[in-house]
Nanobody, 124 residues
C-alpha cells in the first residue's frame, strides 16, 4: 500500500494550495479518505474526509468554508483544495485511508493506511 502526498510548500497568508494524494496497493473506491495535520508540538488533528463514492464530506471546524476535499476514483487520488490560508494552518499534512463509519471519521484510529506527509508553511 502506498499513499503519496504532494503539493505542500510555502505560501503567504490568504493564499492557496492544492494537495494531492495518489493511492495504490488497495481497492481505492472501497475506502474513505481523510486528511489530517500535525503542527510541531501538537497532536495530529482531523482536517477533512470523504466517503468512498465522494457523496459525503466532513470538515474540521477550523477549516470549514476554506478547504474542499474531493476524490477521483478513476485516478485513485484524493485532493485537498486549501484557500484563505492562515499561519495557523502551518503543519505537516497527511492523507489516510480507512473503511470508517460516519461516527468514526474524525478519529485517526479509524484509518488503516497513512501517507508520509507533505509540509505546508503559511508565512509572510
Amino acid at each position: 500500500v502506498q499513499l503519496q502526498a504532494s503539493g505542500g510548500g510555502l505560501v503567504q497568508p490568504g493564499g492557496f494550495l492544492r494537495l494531492s494524494c495518489a493511492a495504490s496497493g488497495f481497492t481505492f473506491r472501497n475506502y474513505g479518505m481523510g486528511w489530517f495535520r500535525q503542527a510541531p508540538g501538537r497532536e495530529r488533528e482531523f482536517v477533512s474526509a470523504i466517503k468512498p463514492n465522494g457523496g459525503t464530506t466532513y470538515y474540521g471546524d477550523s477549516v470549514k468554508g476554506r478547504f474542499t476535499i474531493s476524490r477521483d476514483n478513476a485516478r485513485t487520488t484524493v485532493y485537498l483544495q486549501m484557500n484563505s490560508l492562515k499561519p495557523e494552518d502551518t503543519a505537516v499534512y497527511y492523507c489516510a485511508a480507512g473503511r470508517f463509519i460516519s461516527s468514526s471519521v474524525y478519529n485517526k484510529d479509524a484509518y488503516a493506511y497513512w501517507g508520509q506527509g507533505t509540509l505546508v508553511t503559511v508565512s509572510s
